[in-house]
């Protein structure tokens, strides 16, 4: 009687697997049909660059009043690094704690003074990419960039977090 049950239970499970496999986006598939119109050969070289002058074409050029966020675009204290605003005070790598980010200046310079009433360290205003990045402290070392990230968690900043960046030194 218990071999009858070992193999009711082995068909059972066999059957569940074949099952499972024959089931859509299981078990193997084969790779994706290639599109007809698609090239089998690498273009010559006068067939990729009349490709690569089509290319240029095809890239508008905005008018002079309807520019897109280019560094160069950017008023220049938002260009301007640390290093640039005080060149005379020397720099490393080190780490900070980031507090807040926003795309609004404004906003992000509030914030900071806000910060700075909080924290004894230093309160920078990074601009990076699109962003306001309100950072605290010049640590040299990991475990002092620990200490301050619980002492901003402590104050109610939940989402704080270190960063390596340059930092100036003391």
Do not use: N
């Given at each position: 009687?218990?071999?009858?049950?070992?193999?009711?239970?082995?068909?059972?499970?066999?059957?569940?697997?074949?099952?499972?496999?024959?089931?859509?986006?299981?078990?193997?598939?084969?790779?994706?049909?290639?599109?007809?119109?698609?090239?089998?050969?690498?273009?010559?070289?006068e067939?990729?660059?009349?490709?690569?002058?089509?290319?240029?074409?095809?890239?508008?050029?905005?008018?002079?009043?309807?520019r897109?966020?280019?560094?160069?675009?950017?008023?220049?204290?938002?260009?301007?690094?640390?290093?640039?605003?005080?060149?005379?005070?020397?720099?490393?790598?080190?780490?900070?704690?980031?507090?807040?980010?926003?795309?609004?200046?404004?906003?992000?310079?509030?914030?900071?003074?806000?910060?700075?009433?909080?924290?004894?360290?230093?309160?920078?205003?990074?601009?990076?990419?699109?962003?306001?990045?309100?950072?605290?402290?010049?640590?040299?070392?990991?475990?002092?960039?620990?200490?301050?990230?619980?002492?901003?968690?402590?104050?109610?900043?939940?989402?704080?977090?270190i960063?390596?960046?340059?930092?100036?030194?003391?």
């Amino acid at each position: 009687m218990r071999t009858r049950m070992q193999w009711t239970l082995t068909c059972g499970i066999g059957c569940a697997l074949v099952l499972l496999l024959a089931a859509p986006g299981c078990g193997r598939q084969s790779a994706p049909r290639t599109p007809p119109d698609l090239p089998t050969e690498m273009p010559s070289e006068e067939e990729a660059e009349r490709v690569r002058e089509d290319a240029r074409e095809a890239i508008p050029i905005l008018p002079e009043g309807e520019r897109g966020l280019s560094g160069e675009d950017l008023p220049p204290e938002a260009r301007e690094t640390d290093a640039e605003r005080e060149p005379d005070r020397p720099q490393r790598y080190g780490y900070r704690v980031q507090l807040f980010a926003t795309s609004d200046r404004a906003l992000a310079e509030q914030r900071a003074a806000e910060y700075r009433e909080m924290f004894d360290a230093e309160v920078y205003v990074e601009f990076e990419g699109i962003l306001y990045k309100v950072r605290v402290g010049d640590c040299l070392s990991r475990d002092e960039a620990d200490a301050l990230r619980r002492e901003a968690l402590g104050l109610g900043h939940e989402g704080a977090f270190i960063v390596d960046t340059l930092v100036h030194i003391r």
